[in-house]
């Protein structure tokens, strides 16, 4: 029989181990209070930045700002000028939901950036299980000075809406990629033999059907956010590369990792959900234009004839092609010379030579860049008329025709430059070259903003010309009083200030998350040598977001060269490459944190 000494001692042991259990579990709710208690004050004062920094809309910004903002207003369906597909319409589409919901464009905007932070922060918990990195996560993003800078983020305008909606395609991306077969196991966290994309055993994880239907709920997500992101912006192409990776990547895990022939079989045919939403969405737009304007075309900038005409004179071999020239006075002679169809039309040509951007001569003021794509629609719409679109597809793919016969005769000499677009300047090896520095410089705006960050300036006005005010009311503001105070503790002033700072907060917290990857990759590098798990497929996933963020860099710097304001080419670029580094950044921080509780319970073990 046990003695009562040693009844006394486990007693009293028992008390110990409840005692030291009951601690725990009330220092874990007093955390657990603490941390859910600092982001709520942290997301009602971001509420507060949003509603003091108001969206502002440039109402006389005829070619952009009210030109994205008429494709949101009644009759624009009737509507048939020059300008009229110009430009994508995925922004109207923003703007008129945003209508459709009674929201203001302030309230929207917060709602976005919200969006944004809880589809990365839970992407990111679903990745990894860590709590710091989770949370992390979610501030980062909410807080990105970007949702404050005057042109990227309360400027009324596509690109304020790039950066969240980025960030969200980004975190459902990686939900999609951990969903139903992960490309990483959780498992590997607490088991130390496990591979970090181990296969599942079917006692280790039985999926139900609820599992199949969170997974198209999250390829259904997915496929609309980046619907909406590619038909913002001509160039969104981009994007397309990075998309299809994705969901080869899901396919080949399932086929790797399914436990089954037949799970293998309905994944792979699930992970196709994103795709064909996708493609949904964007034929649906094209069809819109078709059944409304007569082209099955999303804009006429970049697809069509009228931009293949653009693009043959920029084909025609001339020494006047430059950086800055793309289109010499030259080249559009010769080309408009070829082309019988040109010629009819003596109005036509004389507005092109001596109106708009070329006014009073062509060859006293050559077109910069690409202007020869507005060009030629002023030079239409004041000659001919812009009757319909479809007519002027036509006129222009008779001239197309007659100008390609000339380049296959002869008549017209082809350049041996480089493309990267048939839209941007053909360029040599040597002005390629030139490219690298510009590029370098915009990526590191990725890291620090604080040379280039223009805090919120723009203001809403109280003018009565009817763009202003139609464009007010359908952003839901107030066009009586479209700046109101709501905060008397917390200015105009005031908020400013805080994006400013924000900006060098940010700075060097990208500095520690550099120094966090490089510490992550020498880390993983390490326990895979050691035959370890090393969290390496989220480690090269987070280089790729790298390259793929400095390659689009470099694609833009290809069209920006010509641009000598910084801010302007940190406009054209940043919004879109830098949650693409930012989430490199915070998976590289997860995969360190893995691999630090993996080396810790290595030890304990040991």
């Known amino acids: 029989m046990e003695s009562s000494v040693g009844l006394e001692n486990r007693i009293r042991e028992d008390h110990l181990l409840r005692g030291n259990r009951n601690t725990g579990n009330a220092v874990r709710v007093v955390c657990t209070v603490m941390v859910v208690g600092l982001i709520f004050a942290l997301t009602v004062m971001r509420a507060v930045m949003s509603f003091t ?12 700002d009210y030109l994205l903002m008429s494709q949101a207003l009644k009759g624009y369906g009737s509507s048939d000028n020059s300008m009229t597909l110009a430009k994508n319409p995925g922004y109207g589409y923003w703007l008129r939901f945003v209508s459709k919901m009674g929201m ?11 969006l944004a932070a809880v589809a990365m922060s839970v992407a ?37 809406l790039i950066a969240p909606l980025t960030f969200i395609v980004l975190g459902l991306l990686i939900l999609y990629l951990q969903s139903v077969v992960p490309m990483r196991s959780t498992r590997i966290d607490t088991d130390e033999s496990a591979s970090s994309t181990c296969r599942r055993t079917k006692d280790q994880s039985r999926l139900r059907p609820w599992n199949y239907l969170a997974f198209v709920g999250i390829g259904v997500l997915t496929g609309i956010s980046m619907s909406l992101l590619y038909l913002l912006k001509e160039d969104s192409i981009w994007l397309l590369p990075m998309f299809v990776f994705g969901v080869l990547l899901k396919i080949g895990l399932a086929l790797r990792n399914g436990t089954g022939l037949g799970e293998k079989i309905v994944v792979s045919i699930l992970s196709l959900m994103p795709v064909l939403v996708f493609l949904g969405g964007v034929s649906a737009s094209v069809e819109h234009n078709d059944k409304r304007f007569g082209v099955a075309m999303l804009n006429t900038r970049t697809e069509g004839e009228l931009a293949g005409f653009v693009s043959r004179v920029y084909q025609v071999d001339s020494d006047a092609q430059t950086t800055t020239i793309w289109a010499p006075p030259s080249s559009i002679r010769q080309v408009v010379d070829a082309s019988p169809t040109l010629k009819s039309e003596p109005d036509l040509i004389d507005h092109l030579y001596h109106s708009g951007f070329s006014a009073p001569d062509i060859d006293q003021k050559p077109l910069r860049a690409d202007f020869l794509t507005w060009q030629i629609r002023l030079a239409v719409q004041n000659s001919i008329g812009w009757t319909n679109e479809s007519d ?10 007659e100008i390609d016969k000339a ?51 723009g203001e809403n006005q109280t003018d009565a010309d009817p763009k202003n005010v139609e464009g007010l009311q359908k952003a839901g503001i107030n066009v009586h009083d479209p700046n109101p105070s709501y905060f008397r503790f917390f200015t105009v002033e005031r908020a400013r200030s805080v994006s400013v700072a924000l900006t060098k ?5 990208n500095v520690g998350l550099v120094l966090v990857m490089l510490a992550s990759v020498a880390l993983a590098a390490l326990r895979m040598n050691k035959r370890r798990s090393g969290e390496g497929m989220v480690i090269l996933l987070g280089i790729l977001l790298l390259v793929y963020a400095f390659v689009y ?3 833009v710097a290809w069209f920006t ?38 080396s810790q319970t290595s030890h304990m073990e040991e």
């Open 53 to 64: 920094l108001h969206m502002w809309f440039a109402w006389n910004q005829g070619a952009d």
């Open 104 to 114: 203001s464009a302030d309230s929207a905007y917060f709602l976005i950036w919200l």
């Open 124 to 160: 990111l918990w679903r990745l990894f299980h860590n709590l710091f990195v989770m949370v992390l996560t979610y501030l980062y993003v909410l807080w990105n000075p970007l949702a404050f800078e005057n042109w990227l983020g309360t400027r009324l305008y596509r690109n304020s």
């Open 392 to 401: 002027i597809q036509h006129f222009f793919g008779r001239a197309n025709g």
């Open 407 to 457: 380049f296959k005769e002869g008549k017209l000499k082809k350049t041996d430059k480089f493309f990267l677009s048939p839209n941007m300047l053909p360029r040599s090896p040597e002005q390629i070259g030139e490219l690298f520095g510009p590029s370098i410089k915009a990526f590191r705006w990725n890291f620090n903003v604080v040379s280039v960050y223009n805090p919120t300036t």
């Open 505 to 509: 907060i940010y700075a060097c917290l």
């Open 553 to 555: 860099g470099f694609s």
């Open 561 to 598: 060269q010509f641009i000598e304001n910084d801010h302007i080419k940190f406009f054209y670029t940043t919004g879109s490459t830098a949650p693409l580094v930012c989430t490199a950044l915070l998976l590289t921080l997860g995969a360190f944190a893995a691999n630090i509780r993996k």
